[in-house]
Each structure stands twice: as structure tokens, then as C-alpha cells.
């Protein structure tokens, strides 16, 4: 068991450009989660995957956030023509079946410029 | 949604000190979950508590879901404790069991 990885831990990027954030869920989990913290805040909740199937996306995640799980393993996060409003630290996050008890990994944080 | 209110906002103290971290939220739900984010940002979770009282070495966690409220005590403090920690629920209201709605978290600085 290696955790919740993700990467890169820290991306810079010019307003505008493309960003793609992986995570890799501990192997056994067939739940994933992305969620953004920004500062001083908690973790806000962007979507779900149960094994491949993207079965929840919250309200507020713009059409410029895109999200894929192939073959239900490791996952991707897009962010499309980047906003200062972007910057914030993205966060995976995966868990088993049943109870719903999250392990998270270090987060990938995003400054926009 | 769900509204998830903490308490206090902040907490300072001195290594060896208890204390009591509060979490009330608004509505019904079926979990709740304590995390603490370290100052490098990694969120660890601590107890998954839909009711009743948990223990963890120094920590221990209580939900009365009845009253809509959680409590986490932390005993005989070390400056390792120091971080955020955040209780989340799922929010029901919304539909979902699996968006996790979390609070703003209690910053506690523990000084040696």
C-alpha cells in the first residue's frame, strides 16, 4: 500500500494554458475523488468516480474542468484556458466500498499567473 | 446545502495541554469524518465516526448525530499536533452520500 500519489506536486503556469493533474489511487480502492482547497478553506468537493464511471460532478466545476478515470485505476484532472481563480491546491483522494472513509494524497498545487 | 460550522477557529497552546474541538452541522447526516492537515498540506484521516465515541491513542472523537454535533479531544498535546483539522460530512440534502461538505477547519498551533 503506497497511498495516494499525485503529480506533480506543484505546477506554475501563465493564465490562459492548459494544465493536467494525475492521481493514482491506492490499488485496491475503486472509489476517487478530486477536490480543490484554496487558502484558509476546506476541501471543496469537484467529482467522483466509482471505478471507471464519473458518477457525480459538483454545481460549480466550469465546463473548463474535465476529468477522466480509464479503466478505473489512475486518474486525470484538466483545466482548460487557466484563470487566476484556478490557483488552488487539487486534491485526490480514493476509499473502498461501504463506508465512505477518504484517504487523500499530498495534493497538486496550481498557481496561475 | 449542508452547513458546517467549527470551533474555535483557532486554538494555541502550551505541549502537554487538552483540548476540545467542536463541529456542528446542520442537517441529518449518515458520517462524519475527522481529518488533520499537517503544515505540508497532507490531510490524514482520523476517525470516521457516524455516532457514538471513537479512541486513538491520545485522540479520541464523539458524534451525537441526534444533536447534530461532534466533538475531538485531543489529550497531553505535542507540537506534531499542530495543523488544521477538519471534521466533513456528506451532505444528504443534495442527493449524495459521497460529497463530503467540509468545515473551516480549527488551526491549532501547539508551542513547546
Known amino acids: 500500500d503506497t497511498g495516494v500519489s499525485q503529480d506533480p506536486r506543484h505546477k506554475i503556469t501563465k493564465r490562459g494554458q492548459n494544465v493536467t493533474f494525475r492521481c493514482d489511487p491506492i490499488?485496491?480502492?475503486?472509489?476517487l475523488y478530486w477536490y480543490r482547497q484554496t487558502l484558509g478553506q476546506g476541501p471543496e468537493f469537484l467529482t467522483y468516480?466509482?471505478?471507471?464511471?464519473?458518477?457525480?460532478k459538483s454545481r460549480l466545476l466550469s465546463d473548463r474542468f474535465s476529468a477522466e478515470r480509464p479503466k478505473g485505476s489512475f486518474s486525470t484532472l484538466e483545466i482548460q484556458r487557466t484563470e487566476q481563480g484556478d490557483s488552488a491546491m487539487y486534491l485526490c483522494?480514493?476509499?473502498?466500498?461501504?463506508?465512505?472513509?477518504?484517504?487523500f494524497g499530498a495534493g497538486s498545487r496550481l498557481t496561475v499567473l | 446545502g449542508i452547513q458546517v460550522e467549527q470551533s474555535p477557529p483557532d486554538l494555541i497552546l502550551q505541549e502537554g495541554a487538552n483540548s476540545t474541538l467542536r463541529c456542528n452541522f446542520s442537517?441529518?447526516?449518515?458520517?462524519l469524518q475527522w481529518f488533520h492537515q499537517n503544515p505540508w498540506g497532507q490531510l490524514i484521516n482520523l476517525f470516521y465516526i457516524p455516532s457514538g465515541t471513537k479512541q486513538n491513542g491520545r485522540l479520541s472523537a464523539t458524534t451525537v448525530a441526534t444533536e447534530r454535533y461532534s466533538l475531538l479531544y485531543i489529550s497531553s498535546s505535542q507540537t506534531t499536533d499542530s495543523g488544521v483539522y477538519f471534521c466533513a460530512v456528506p451532505d444528504l440534502s443534495s442527493g449524495s452520500a459521497r460529497q463530503l461538505t467540509f468545515g473551516s477547519g480549527t488551526q491549532l498551533t501547539v508551542l513547546p
Open positions: 468516480f466509482q471505478n471507471e464511471a464519473q458518477l457525480e
Open positions: 442537517d441529518s447526516v449518515n458520517n
Open positions: 490499488s485496491e480502492h475503486n472509489r
Open positions: 483522494a480514493s476509499s473502498l466500498g461501504g463506508a465512505n472513509v477518504l484517504t
